[in-house]
């Protein structure tokens, strides 16, 4: 009874949570706030013209920026702000990791528009044995994990390689040159770096390299505000600006490399780095309430966003409100069903995700019917998919839109936060723990999409997206946050589409995170109290969390840039031409 007038209120309140952008109907009656000005909103996206870039590091962004200025493109300035990030966001920015890259160029010279996904995340060795990652229980060992025999054959120079040779306009080496320049004279580092680089003393203690990266050479910690330079990784990228992607998957810094692997116990040679190709196909297009949305193939994780949002889209959503009971119940039961599908989600060579089927709207609405408003669903009372009927013949991210049209939506990563925390001798290079994403010591069923084997496609939770409204970009994002991105991405969606918040307040809204199975429901601070009961009611476990992803995002609107940090990351930044 206590919540009753609480309820009542709320529902009163719901139509402000529209935005400017609503069209549908008149206007809500709204108070003035007390300002001369009423703003509806309390977030507000950056605004620009000539092009923006939004990172997690507004060093970066703002590398990338200048590169639109002197008249690169988007894929130009995507280049350029990657290697930064491998200089000034060491724990998630990299040359040895991978990720996934949306590139949407738009039409020119006769040739039409296009959308295409660059996968060039990580692949297990052709040595890989089922047993490299196991320990004497049988199970996966995280030591082994967080070592050279954890790395999967890194993916980065070669994906950036493959965006600049087909859609780049300025020199590859001018792009890779303000990342050298930084690693040779040293970036001043922020409190945010300083602290969490200096958090990795345990963790990188039995490797002589990477603590000589990262520390001083009287083992203390580059305390805020000092320079920290890094020249081994300076001469590595002055090798790959003069080599392109040969400098890196041949010669010296591949054989320092194999060296590093070989001393730690990995298996990945100079022959895995040679072969290593990024795989580039078009990206998966679905829609959401008419708007059309680009997503990464797997081993990407777009297939299980769209699937949410097609299944979202069978329901009244913004009718319910958002932060309501009702909309956050819904949320939960959409997640639970993707986490029960994402078993189906894998790489070659072994196995094929049924992508068509996933992303399938006669499916989202088979699974839909299993979503109950009085009850939450659990490991034994939500069942299998079948999706096959439907079929047809710290990560980090960055956004950057120029004045032409075209859009790049970035993610990569090391895996975990600062990878394996190892670094190859002689390199500078970081290199990630990739390999652990694998479904170690599983056997039968469980797990088959995902099982070691030789050559083996790692995949990830990684999601880069592009929005379009009227044939152009319109909404170009994605996040970090491992096992979160997924959710993270779907509120991001639904907040802007659904409930008509803008580009930033849709950010900064606080989210929620359901995984599958009986797993707790998580809620982010903000959120108030009064709902938990209410949830629990329904049967979700519900449990407080640290914040959730970090989204940096563009909307386009007109020729005005739009830029939303998120602030859960506190160097985050958009970055504006103009």
């Given at each position: 009874?206590?919540?009753?007038?609480?309820?009542?209120?709320?529902?009163?309140?719901?139509?402000?949570?529209?935005?400017?952008?609503?069209?549908?109907?008149?206007?809500?009656?709204?108070?003035?706030?007390?300002?001369?000005?009423?703003?509806?909103?309390?977030?507000?996206?950056?605004?620009?013209?000539?092009?923006?870039?939004?990172?997690?590091?507004?060093?970066?962004?703002?590398?990338?920026?200048?590169?639109?200025?002197?008249?690169?493109?988007?894929?130009?300035?995507?280049?350029?702000?990657?290697?930064?990030?491998?200089?000034?966001?060491?724990?998630?920015?990299?040359?040895?990791?991978?990720?996934?890259?949306?590139?949407?160029?738009?039409?020119?010279?006769?040739?039409?528009?296009?959308?295409?996904?660059?996968?060039?995340?990580?692949?297990?060795?052709?040595?890989?044995?089922?047993?490299?990652?196991?320990?004497?229980?049988?199970?996966?060992?995280?030591?082994?994990?967080?070592?050279?025999?954890?790395?999967?054959?890194?993916?980065?120079?070669?994906?950036?390689?493959?965006?600049?040779?087909?859609?780049?306009?300025?020199?590859?080496?001018?792009?890779?040159?303000?990342?050298?320049?930084?690693?040779?004279?040293?970036?001043?580092?922020?409190d945010d770096e300083a602290q969490a680089n200096a958090e990795q003393e345990k963790a990188m203690s039995d490797d002589p390299a990477a603590l000589a990266v990262f520390f001083k050479p009287d083992g203390k910690a580059y305390a805020p505000g000092e320079r920290w330079k890094q020249p081994d990784l300076a001469a590595t990228l002055k090798t790959i600006a003069a080599k392109g992607r040969d400098g890196f998957y041949l010669g010296l810094v591949a054989q320092h490399i194999a060296a590093g692997m070989k001393a730690g116990g990995g298996v990945i040679d100079a022959t895995d780095l040679a072969n290593?190709?990024?795989?580039?196909?078009?990206?998966?297009?679905?829609?959401?309430?008419?708007?059309?949305?680009?997503?990464?193939?797997?081993?990407?994780?777009?297939?299980?966003?769209?699937?949410?949002?097609?299944?979202?889209?069978?329901?009244?959503?913004?009718?319910?409100?958002?932060?309501?009971?009702?909309?956050?119940?819904?949320?939960?039961?959409?997640?639970?069903?993707?986490?029960?599908?994402?078993?189906?989600?894998?790489?070659?060579?072994?196995?094929?995700?049924?992508?068509?089927?996933?992303?399938?709207?006669?499916?989202?609405?088979?699974?839909?019917?299993?979503?109950?408003?009085?009850?939450?669903?659990?490991?034994?009372?939500?069942?299998?998919?079948?999706?096959?009927?439907?079929?047809?013949?710290?990560?980090?991210?960055?956004?950057?839109?120029?004045?032409?049209?075209?859009?790049?939506?970035?993610?990569?990563?090391?895996?975990?936060?600062?990878?394996?925390?190892?670094?190859?001798?002689?390199?500078?290079?970081?290199?990630?723990?990739?390999?652990?994403?694998?479904?170690?010591?599983?056997?039968?069923?469980?797990?088959?999409?995902?099982?070691?084997?030789?050559?083996?496609?790692?995949?990830?939770?990684?999601?880069?997206?592009?929005?379009?409204?009227?044939?152009?970009?319109?909404?170009?994002?994605?996040?970090?946050?491992?096992?979160?991105?997924?959710?993270?991405?779907?509120?991001?969606?639904?907040?802007?589409?659904?409930?008509?918040?803008?580009?930033?307040?849709?950010?900064?809204?606080?989210?929620?995170?359901?995984?599958?199975?009986?797993?707790?429901?998580?809620?982010?601070?903000?959120?108030?109290?009064?709902?938990?009961?209410?949830?629990?009611?329904?049967?979700?476990?519900?449990?407080?969390?640290?914040?959730?992803?970090?989204?940096?995002?563009?909307?386009?609107?007109?020729?005005?840039?739009?830029?939303?940090?998120?602030?859960?990351?506190?160097?985050?930044?958009?970055?504006?031409?103009?």
């Amino acid at each position: 009874m206590r919540l009753a007038p609480w309820l009542a209120l709320a529902a009163l309140l719901t139509p402000l949570y529209a935005t400017a952008q609503e069209t549908e109907g008149a206007a809500p009656q709204r108070g003035t706030g007390g300002d001369i000005v009423a703003y509806d909103q309390i977030h507000k996206p950056s605004p620009a013209r000539g092009g923006m870039v939004v990172s997690q590091n507004k060093i970066a962004a703002a590398v990338g920026a200048e590169i639109l200025r002197k008249g690169g493109n988007a894929v130009d300035a995507a280049v350029a702000t990657a290697f930064a990030l491998a200089v000034t966001l060491p724990r998630a920015g990299n040359i040895g990791g991978g990720g996934y890259m949306l590139v949407h160029m738009t039409a020119k010279d006769g040739k039409p528009a296009q959308t295409i996904a660059i996968d060039y995340y990580g692949q297990a060795s052709r040595n890989t044995l089922p047993d490299l990652l196991l320990g004497a229980t049988g199970k996966f060992d995280a030591a082994k994990g967080y070592s050279m025999k954890g790395v999967a054959i890194p993916g980065t120079v070669a994906g950036l390689w493959e965006a600049h040779r087909r859609f780049g306009t300025l020199p590859w080496g001018t792009l890779i040159a303000p990342a050298i320049a930084m690693a040779s004279n040293g970036v001043i580092l922020s409190d945010d770096e300083a602290q969490a680089n200096a958090e990795q003393e345990k963790a990188m203690s039995d490797d002589p390299a990477a603590l000589a990266v990262f520390f001083k050479p009287d083992g203390k910690a580059y305390a805020p505000g000092e320079r920290w330079k890094q020249p081994d990784l300076a001469a590595t990228l002055k090798t790959i600006a003069a080599k392109g992607r040969d400098g890196f998957y041949l010669g010296l810094v591949a054989q320092h490399i194999a060296a590093g692997m070989k001393a730690g116990g990995g298996v990945i040679d100079a022959t895995d780095l040679a072969n290593y190709r990024p795989i580039v196909s078009n990206a998966i297009v679905s829609s959401y309430r008419g708007l059309p949305i680009a997503y990464m193939p797997p081993t990407a994780s777009g297939v299980s966003v769209a699937e949410a949002m097609n299944i979202l889209e069978t329901f009244q959503v913004r009718e319910q409100g958002w932060g309501s009971v009702a909309n956050l119940h819904l949320l939960s039961e959409t997640m639970k069903i993707v986490s029960a599908d994402r078993r189906l989600v894998g790489g070659g060579p072994d196995w094929k995700t049924p992508a068509i089927g996933l992303t399938s709207k006669r499916y989202a609405a088979e699974r839909a019917k299993l979503i109950r408003p009085d009850a939450s669903l659990g490991a034994k009372s939500l069942p299998d998919g079948n999706p096959y009927p439907h079929e047809s013949t710290d990560t980090t991210h960055f956004s950057i839109a120029d004045s032409a049209g075209n859009a790049v939506s970035n993610t990569y990563t090391l895996s975990a936060s600062y990878g394996a925390h190892v670094v190859a001798p002689g390199t500078g290079i970081l290199l990630n723990n990739s390999l652990g994403n694998l479904a170690w010591g599983h056997r039968g069923e469980e797990g088959k999409a995902t099982l070691p084997v030789p050559g083996k496609r790692v995949g990830s939770t990684i999601t880069p997206l592009i929005v379009f409204k009227n044939g152009k970009p319109w909404l170009v994002t994605g996040t970090p946050g491992g096992g979160y991105i997924i959710a993270t991405m779907v509120q991001m969606l639904s907040n802007v589409i659904d409930h008509r918040l803008n580009v930033a307040e849709a950010a900064e809204r606080p989210r929620i995170n359901q995984a599958g199975g009986d797993a707790p429901l998580e809620l982010e601070e903000g959120f108030s109290p009064d709902i938990v009961p209410l949830l629990v009611a329904k049967g979700h476990r519900v449990r407080p969390s640290n914040t959730m992803g970090s989204v940096q995002s563009i909307m386009i609107e007109g020729d005005t840039f739009l830029g939303s940090a998120d602030t859960r990351r506190p160097d985050a930044a958009a970055v504006g031409v103009k």
